[in-house]
């Protein structure tokens, strides 16, 4: 008997303990969704498999905090057991535990689980960035550390962050909320994050806190500046062309990233270096050096930026500056060219820059005087000073010369003498003296009088001292027109013959001056002849309607015209006429004066009234008077006859 108790009390006991298990186990039940993790929402999901009692009726659930104090209390109906369950306001990590219970007060085995709450936004995390600029070379980077602020119950899980140029990214998809793929760097702690290599100018940097529960804190904004391009130089004051003087050269630098702001000896500078001395430099964006000494220099700038880049490569810049300083030397040649005296020469030469090829002159005037030299028409070429003298228009005498030359680099000199030395003097004429007689006819007239559309032979002779000159050389006659002419002047050219004679003859025409000419050429001057005079009278014709006149009859009709050739309209029309009569025994008397027409005509009636004029053989002609603007000498129609009766 004692043996059976004993086996069913150890029956009893192992029952005991199972159902103890069981309800251990059954406690495991409860769980909620990522427990272990922490929650910003303070709903939690909960899946439950409770052991019930007898016919439970509702669900029982304490909330305990961390000191394990009830801090919320609450009941459900059955059917409600498992819907979420929103943790208290407070953040912080809590104990839920649940059981189920019949109308009885019966409970069923108990569950618990954690519900980790924290909405806590954390506060803005410690960023250091890079002061100034970098050089794009370098990796960016930017150092992040712990709010210095209590941090959040979830702890920091980490740092989220984005860089843009300003267009106001966010590190995380949900502004206030970050997933742990978008944590850029783990841990509390912070550390250095690299950027990576970004483009140039300014990048904004926006780092945000992200707690354990994945609240993100506002983000803080860093600027990364990046400039990796060396500054721009420019040199002001070089020239392509010679110089006569020092050079004042002017380097000026800009850099639109970092700048040019002067900062102290580390920062920004600029430099010219000339022909490999050591460079000047200044601080800032501007230096100034000078360049001196004749010769050939070779200049070099360049200029650091504010984030250290330096303009010695591919930006940098050169220069080849010339410098001449020294006049050039002028001369004129050692001797005059027999053939062509006239023909003045002076050479310009200059060791460095050279002649210049567009300035110079050549002067001239009368020997020991201290007159102003007169400037000559001056070719300029090659190093060469080409003038002409027209000794012709100069009178005789002694004549000194004068040569002005300049140098590419605009430095003057001037020269008097010739290069085997002696001043460059000239005694005038140079050429061969000649001379011109001419004139009409035999014995070269100077005045001949010819009848109106005569024509005259104009001759003459070109000699020198010594004698005629040869033939074929060019005579121009000049025939100068008195006023009222039409045409004013007309030229002939003609040649000499072998003795130097020349003769031409002269068209019908009005009173004229006639010259004969010789230009002169390289080797014998000019020569003018005296101007000769051919006085041309008009020709005038009068007539009469009838050769007798009756003593207080009809009139008279006197009608006439003027005959003249090469005459403007305007100098015929208007002449004054006079008509005159004569009979045995007695003078010219003028008795009307009439004016031609534009055709030279006139005509006028006359009434023989005198009884004293019965049996009178008269005689009457038109005379024309010396007048300004008529390019005739006076003259006077042939006489007509009438007979009074």
């Known amino acids: 008997m004692i043996q059976l108790r004993s086996a069913l009390a150890i029956l009893a006991a192992i029952a005991f303990i199972a159902v103890a298990d069981e309800v251990r186990a059954a406690s495991g039940n409860l769980s909620v969704e990522a427990e272990a993790t922490w929650h910003a929402d303070p709903t939690f999901a ?175 904004t860093a600027e990364v500046r990046i400039d990796g391009s060396a500054p721009i130089v420019s040199l002001q004051g070089a020239s392509a062309s010679w110089s006569s003087g020092p050079l004042a050269l002017t380097a000026v630098a800009s850099d639109q990233l970092s700048g040019m702001a002067a900062a102290g000896p580390l920062g920004p500078f600029t430099a010219i270096t000339i022909d490999g001395a050591a460079a000047t430099s200044a601080p800032g964006n501007a230096v100034t050096a000078w360049v001196t000494g004749s010769g050939i220099h070779r200049v070099e700038y360049f200029a650091r930026d504010a984030a250290g880049n330096v303009a010695d490569g591919r930006a940098a810049g050169s220069a080849t500056v010339r410098i001449d300083a020294e006049p050039p030397r002028v001369a004129f040649v050692a001797t005059q060219d027999p053939a062509d005296p006239e023909r003045i020469e002076a050479i310009v030469s200059d060791d460095l820059s050279g002649p210049s090829d567009t300035r110079g002159s050549i002067g001239v005037r009368l020997a020991g005087t201290r007159a102003r030299f007169e400037q000559l028409p001056t070719q300029v070429g090659d190093g060469h000073l080409i003038a002409r003298w027209d000794s012709d228009s100069y009178p005789e005498g002694k004549y000194e010369f004068s040569a002005t030359g300049y140098d590419l680099a605009g430095n003057v000199g001037g020269g008097a003498n010739r290069t085997g030395g002696g001043r460059m003097v000239l005694i005038n004429p140079l050429k061969i003296a000649t001379a011109i007689a001419a004139g009409f006819g035999k014995g070269s007239k100077q005045a001949k009088r010819i009848r109106s559309g005569g024509r005259v032979k104009f001759s003459g002779q070109l000699r ?79 007539r009469t309607s009838a050769g007798s006149a009756r003593i207080g009859g009809a009139p008279i009709v006197f009608s006439g015209m003027l005959a003249g050739d090469r005459v403007e309209p305007t100098a015929r029309a208007g002449l004054p006429v006079e008509l005159q009569f004569r009979f045995r025994g007695s003078g010219w008397r003028e008795f009307r004066t009439l004016e031609t027409d534009r055709r030279g005509r006139f005509h006028y009636r006359y009434r023989f009234s005198d009884d004293d004029s019965r049996g009178i053989r008269f005689q009457f002609r038109a005379y024309i008077k010396d007048r300004e603007g008529w390019p005739y000498e006076p003259s006077a129609s042939r006489p007509v006859l009438i007979t009074g009766r």
């Open 464 to 542: 020198t001292r010594n004698g005629p000159l040869t033939a074929g050389l060019p005579i121009v006659i000049t025939e100068n027109f008195a006023a009222g002419a039409k045409p004013a002047r007309r030229i002939t050219l003609i040649q000499t013959r072998a003795d130097g004679t020349f003769s031409a003859g002269l068209a019908p025409g009005p009173s004229r001056e006639v010259t004969a000419s010789f230009a002169g050429n390289r080797l014998l001057t000019c020569a003018n002849s005296e101007p000769a005079r051919l006085l041309v009278p008009a020709a005038v014709r009068l």
């Open 46 to 220: 909960i899946a439950w498999d409770p052991i019930p009692p007898p016919n439970p009726t509702e669900a029982v659930y304490r909330i305990f905090d961390a000191q394990e104090q009830l801090a919320l209390a609450f009941r459900r109906p059955l059917h409600q057991a498992t819907e979420p369950i929103e943790a208290p306001a407070a953040p912080g990590v809590y104990r839920l535990e649940a059981w189920l219970e019949n109308g009885a007060g019966v409970e069923g085995a108990h569950s618990s689980a954690t519900l980790r709450f924290d909405d806590t936004v954390p506060a803005m995390p410690a960023v250091s960035q890079l002061a100034g600029w970098a050089l794009s070379a370098d990796d960016a980077e930017v150092s992040i550390g712990p709010s210095p602020d209590p941090p959040p119950p979830s702890g920091i899980r980490g740092y989220a962050l984005s860089v843009d140029r300003g267009s106001g990214s966010s590190p995380c998809g949900h502004p206030s909320q970050c997933e742990p793929a978008e944590i850029d760097l783990a841990g509390a702690a912070g550390g250095a994050v690299s950027l990576g290599t970004l483009p140039e100018g300014i990048s904004f940097v926006r780092v945000l806190a992200v707690s354990g529960a994945g609240v993100a804190s506002a983000p803080i």
